[in-house]
């Protein structure tokens, strides 16, 4: 997490249960609660502000016992360096109203102002760019809590397996030095 965004990455997640994630910014959605399969990766955006703000993640494990099911909150810093700016208001239209010249007034034009190729000051833009800022480096956070591991598939069947194996190879032994000496003592 840093002042500016949120990224979400979970895996190894049952795909055939409805897992959940849900994100909240300040007790606002942004992820709204949707449902995961077996992983999701996303990147969302923090709305700009001037206090901290507080990010909430819950994740439901859908599977039997929900034993990954995992909720955190943390404190989104302001942006240094950076300070909100309001969005900028739009005009209102008004008719102009008429109006008839005295020929007392006299009438003046100002000139327009001139345009300098290169001049131009940029507009600011409501949608982030791909690219971090100069102004702005991202802090790393490092994690107050790991997660619990997710299942990775081992059982407790896996030594009856492997003994199992072990028992047919040995067997197939015998049975091959069975068969080779009963050749020896007919030749």
Same mark, same amino acid.
């Given at each position: 997490?840093?002042?500016? #965004? +949120?990224?979400?990455? /979970?895996? @190894? @997640? ?12 300040? #007790? ?21 502000? $001037?206090?901290? /703000?507080?990010?909430?993640?819950? +994740? ?7 034993? @990954? $099911?995992?909720?955190?909150?943390? !404190?989104? &810093? ?10 900028? *208001? ?13 020929? !007392? ?8 102002? =001139? ?7 940029? %507009?600011? $833009? &409501? ?7 100069? =102004?702005?480096? *991202? ?11 997710? %299942?990775?598939?081992? $059982?407790? *069947? ?19 030095? *069975? ?9």
């Amino acid at each position: 997490m840093t002042c500016s #965004g +949120v990224t979400v990455h /979970l895996t @190894y @997640y049952t795909p055939d249960v409805p897992n959940t994630v849900t994100v909240t910014v300040d #007790g606002m959605d942004l992820l709204p609660t949707e449902t995961v399969g077996k992983e999701l990766s996303t990147k969302l955006t923090l709305p700009e502000h $001037s206090e901290k /703000l507080t990010v909430r993640l819950v +994740v439901k494990d859908g599977s039997k016992g929900g034993n @990954y $099911s995992y909720e955190d909150e943390k !404190t989104a &810093d302001v942006c240094e360096g950076e300070t909100p700016t309001p969005p900028p *208001a739009e005009p209102t239209p008004t008719e102009p109203t008429p109006s008839e010249p005295t020929p !007392t007034e006299p009438t003046q034009t100002e000139p327009a102002p =001139s345009e300098t190729p290169g001049a131009e000051t940029p %507009e600011p $833009s &409501d949608t982030p760019s791909g690219e971090p800022s100069e =102004s702005a480096p *991202a802090v790393p956070v490092p994690s107050g809590s790991t997660p619990p591991l997710a %299942e990775t598939g081992s $059982s407790s *069947a896996t030594p009856v397996i492997g003994g199992a194996a072990l028992a047919v190879l040995l067997a197939g032994g015998g049975i091959l030095w *069975a068969v080779r000496k009963r050749r020896t003592t007919q030749a």
